[in-house]
Nanobody, 125 residues
Framework: QVQLVESGGGSVQAGGSLKLSCAAS???????MAWYRQVPGRERDVVSIIGNDGSTWYADSVKGRFTISQDNAKDTIYLQMNGLKVEDTAVYYCAGTFYEFWRPCPKGPADYTHWGQGTQVTVSS
């Protein structure tokens, strides 16, 4: 089965940095992967997306501060978060689309097939 395991969350002062990791396993074909975040009582929001071709997308709120990257040899994606703000406090989730058999990958916004367990990021003033 596909598994996504996140790590790297923690507590940091405003202006600090954290790097999140998401290791994927158990898949045959991979499409886009993404980072989402959610605050209790609010809807889950997409933060950044990375395609299998290396293309990237960022929410306006994190542009210039966050960087998504991937290491295909390790089946891992990362989210480098710099200049953290209190508003970045949330549970961060790794998501991706994985298939047992090849099929065209979705284009544009997608409903990801698999999600990680989430990792807490807390930014204090």
């Amino acid at each position: 089965q596909v598994q996504l395991v996140e790590s790297g969350g923690g507590s940091v002062q405003a202006g600090g940095s954290l790097k999140l990791s998401c290791a994927a396993s158990g898949y045959m074909y991979k499409c886009d992967m993404a980072w989402y975040r959610q605050v209790p009582g609010r809807e889950r929001d997409v933060v950044s997306i990375i395609g299998n071709d290396g293309s990237t997308w960022y929410a306006d709120s994190v542009k210039g501060r966050f960087t998504i990257s991937q290491d295909n040899a390790k089946d891992t994606i990362y989210l480098q978060m710099n200049g953290l703000k209190v508003e970045d406090t949330a549970v961060y989730y790794c998501a991706g689309t994985f298939y047992e058999f090849w099929r065209p990958c979705p284009k544009g916004p997608a409903d990801y097939t698999h999600w990680g367990q989430g990792t807490q990021v807390t930014v204090s003033s």
